[in-house]
């Protein structure tokens, strides 16, 4: 029996929810349709540690973490109805507000079902692209991370 070739994995690979329910619980999540970019990071913040007693080589140590998406969604509409996208709308809505109404809960995960899975909160930075006449109605939103990003069990494996 031979084995399969590996295969390269794809960046549209990533699916995003947001939590629409009131008390932000994950009881209510719902799909951020229209994504055309999706990047996501997560840094450390590392501090030279380094003493006399390492013989001379540098010592690190990881002192903190944050994270942030970058994500570019084509903004989607009801056009009998003249309304957005709710998850568009709250993440919107979310980017002008303050206290816990700025706050959005996500997670994101592999769509295929591969392990990779996380969940946070974020504040929203919402900034509609613009364009020619001839362009699509795009917003680049950055979320950053307010506090921790958890990995999870992916909804759909």
Known sequence: MSTPTPVTALARRWRMELDM????????WQLVP????FEPSAEPNIEDSSDYDSGGWA???????????????????????????PTHEALRLASFAFGSASQVHL??????????????????????????????DQVEMTLTGDGP???ITNPVS
Request: overall charge negative; hydrophobic content about 30%; aromatic content about 10%.
């Open 34 to 37: 229209g994504v055309t970019s």
């Open 59 to 85: 010592g690190n140590t990881k002192t903190g973490q944050a994270w942030e998406l970058g994500v570019t969604v084509n903004r989607r509409i009801n056009d009998q109805v003249k309304t957005y996208h």
């Open 149 to 151: 990003l958890v990995p």
């Open 107 to 136: 997670r994101y995960y592999d769509r295929d079902g591969l392990p990779e899975a996380y969940e946070g909160t974020a504040l929203v930075t919402w900034k509609p692209s613009g364009g020619e006449y001839t362009a699509l």
């Open 21 to 28: 329910s009131a008390a932000k619980d994950g009881s209510d």
